[in-house]
Every structure is written in structure tokens, then in C-alpha cells.
């Protein structure tokens, strides 16, 4: 801990003749107190809960070699959202039409109400929406859309690979509007 001299010649002398012993300042030993420092620190990492990573929980589907084993879903009730560049939505309800007219563009702003309208006008076993990242869209548009999904309370809904007919669509929609 700390030490102090105190041996000093005797009593105390005063005089002419008589020398003046020399203060030994104090000495403070820290080893202890570094102990102490180092079983802190141990203790609080012990102690201390690690943050335990969020993920977002999927439900998939098992795969099946029959392709009639797959899910169905009814085209009347279904909403297909293409994702693309500069966050371009576009989507259509049902099966596309073979001249497009009912593929239409959007935002992220407008789908929800996109979303809300067809929920409403379908019955809910029936409600799907197949989500589909282009091949521009960005990762952080994908887990937008997911959370919409979320957010709308959508049960049903998937992931699956775009269409090369989809993706003419939104590449004419994009050069027709300027992106």
C-alpha cells in the first residue's frame, strides 16, 4: 500500500550542530489498485448481456419436384410488385395481359394505398402479393417493400424471380419516363 520512512535518529534535537534528516516523501504502491481495475473490467464483460442480432423471420415454402404440388394462388387475387431502378415500383393485379396495358408504374409512396385498395376488394384467403426484384433494384428497396408488407399486415405474399417479358416492361416504362 504506501510506505513512509519514519526511522528517523532518535528524539528531537534541535541546535547548530545537529543535521536536518531527510523528508522521504511518501510512496503510493498501485499494484492493488490495478488489480482492482482489471476484476472491474472482467466483471462487467461477464456481466454484460451482447446485443443479439435482429433478423427478419421468413416463412418459406419446402420445394416439391411436381410442379402441380406447388403452391396456387388465384390470379384474381393476386398483386405482382416488379422493383426497379431509382426506386421505380411497378406493379399490375391478376395475370399480366399480353399487350401490358394493365402493368402500371408507381413510388413507394403510392403503393401502400396500391396495397390497402386490392386487400380491400379481395377476399382474404385469396390475397397474395408476389414481389419481384428487378435486376437494378437495390437491397435496401427489397427489404422496403418487405416491410410493407409488414406494415399493411399482407400474411401472404412471396419472392420470387422477375419474368424477361417484366423486365422489357420496366426497362420501356423507365426510357418512356425519362430515368
Known sequence: ??????SSGGGHKKGPGVKKGKKLSTRVDLTPMVDLGFLLITFFIFTTTMSQPTAMKLFLPK????????????ASGALSIMLGKNNGVFYYEGELLPDGSNFKSSNFKEIRDVIINKRK???PQDFVVVIKPGPEATYKNTVDMLDEMTINDVKRYAMVDIFDV?????QKTEENSGQ
Request: glycine share 0%.
Open 63 to 74: 420445394d416439391t419436384e411436381k410442379p402441380e404440388e406447388q403452391n396456387k394462388i388465384k
Open 166 to 170: 417484366e423486365v422489357q416492361l420496366m
Open 1 to 6: 500500500m504506501a510506505e513512509m520512512d519514519t
Open 121 to 123: 376488394s379481395t377476399n
